[in-house]
């Protein structure tokens, strides 16, 4: 309600002041959780251009403070996301300067790059990510969610690899994640190619969400339970977990146990070990410990 925004607004200022974005709506319902909020409701948070900047501008800010141990990210209004702004897209995507074709395939390279950022940023970002998703996430939005760290989603809610249907191969996320995200080869290929789309059932049958709820207000009081449990325990603990479970996605076991050897070198040493190790022997759970900001 307007009321709970004002409330969190005012609890915002006490903290660290969150910059204001046009396609975003930042705000902290807890001090250590981040909600980040896709707000063009009447446009069904389609991605327009400002989105796709924004993006990096918030998990940027995100990454780097220290209030913020998680991220929950949902849609405002009737549905999570209608992926790409199609009205937008024409200007930025279509019609792309240069004066030969060398230059204009060049300027398209560095758009896509600059579209494939928007999403990496959530995975580069140390902090775990909660998506929360409700009706449709179509194109972009798969693109989205799977470089989300949990993934929730309403009982009415579908998703749908559109872009073949905009004569696209998806090319911001979706078909390096996608497979990495769900057990099913055979799956990935037909949901891309054919770009059916998927109901809630099926993308927890497939693992693609972790839990399903009744509807969006079941699901977000789950959603800010679950950050504020992830939220209580130690960051370099849990920010340590989440850099390492990335890496070791796209690694070998080896390479890994490696990676996690040189990162514990040093996180070891931390006093959030011995702080939870002792409040554990004396039978208290991680809420009852203060943990520095990291
Ligand atoms: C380098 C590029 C990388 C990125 C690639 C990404 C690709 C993709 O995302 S492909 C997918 C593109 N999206 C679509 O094709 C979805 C189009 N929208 C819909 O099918 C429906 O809107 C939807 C089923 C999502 C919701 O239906 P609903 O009845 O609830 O709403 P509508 O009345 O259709 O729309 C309400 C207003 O929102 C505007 N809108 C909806 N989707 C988009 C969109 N993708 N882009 C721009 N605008 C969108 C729609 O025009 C309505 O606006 P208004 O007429 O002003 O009320």
Redesign the pocket.
Known sequence: TAVQKKQRGFRCCALRAMSSYSSLLLSRPSPTVTHVELNRP???N???RAFWSEMVSCFTEISDDPECRVVLVSGAG??FT????????ASD?LQPEGDDTARISWNIRK??SK?QETFSVIEKCPKPVIVAVH??C????V?LITACDIRLCTQDAWF?V??V??G?A???GTLQRLPKVIGSRSLVNELALTARKMYADEARDCGLVSRLFVNKEAMMAAALEMAGQIAARSPVAVQGTKVNLVYSRDHSVQEGLNYMTAWNMSMLQTQDVMKSAQASMEKKGPESITFSKL
């Open positions: 009447d446009k069904r389609a991605m327009n009737k549905i209608a992926g790409i702004d199609l009205m937008d897209m995507v758009i896509i579209y009706g449709a179509v194109g972009g939005g693109d749908q559109k872009e249907d905009i696209l998806a090319d911001v």
